[in-house]
């Protein structure tokens, strides 16, 4: 299983087993009364969210944390990164069962202050026979 940790605002981590991994943190913006700030980033390109987390196919995905909702979308690690596919999740899991391979997981968290996405490169390994 990875789990995704999402706690509060502009904070995630990923593990796998013993590995893990701080991800990307995109452009946002945070209603903190009285104050408001944005954070403006390019990106993520490839070089940003490596070094990657290695997990075999068909491994779940968990959701944990405070956002109120969180979409998550995959898609091939290049250069630039290319289309991303909704991750269909169910209660905060899903399964990672795309082609092995490296792939780019965006994982966008929702609060009431605002909307956070959180970048990570994995690497899909093939299932062991």
């Given at each position: 299983?990875?789990?995704?940790?999402?706690?509060?605002?502009?904070?995630?981590?990923?593990?796998?087993?013993?590995?893990?991994?701080?991800?990307?943190?995109?452009?946002?913006?945070?209603?903190?009364?009285?104050?408001?700030?944005?954070?403006?980033?390019?990106?993520?390109?490839?070089?940003?969210?490596?070094?990657?987390?290695?997990?075999?196919?068909?491994?779940?995905?968990?959701?944990?944390?405070?956002?109120?909702?969180?979409?998550?979308?995959?898609?091939?690690?290049?250069?630039?990164?290319?289309?991303?596919?909704?991750?269909?999740?169910?209660?905060?899991?899903?399964?990672?069962?795309?082609?092995?391979?490296?792939?780019?997981?965006?994982?966008?968290?929702?609060?009431?202050?605002?909307?956070?996405?959180f970048s990570l490169g994995i690497e899909i390994m093939p299932r062991a026979n």
């Open positions: 299983m990875v789990a995704f940790t999402i706690g509060d605002h502009a904070k995630a981590e990923a593990r796998f087993g013993e590995e893990t991994r701080k991800p990307y943190v995109g452009s946002h913006c945070w209603k903190d009364k009285p104050r408001f700030r944005c954070v403006d980033k390019f990106g993520p390109t490839a070089g940003d969210l490596g070094p990657v987390l290695q997990v075999p196919q068909g491994t779940e995905l968990r959701i944990e944390g405070s956002a109120k909702r969180v979409r998550c979308f995959i898609g091939w690690l290049r250069p630039q990164l290319d289309t991303m596919a909704r991750i269909e999740m169910t209660n905060g899991r899903a399964v990672l069962d795309q082609e092995p391979g490296k792939h780019a997981l965006e994982c966008i968290a929702v609060w009431p202050q605002g909307d956070v996405p």
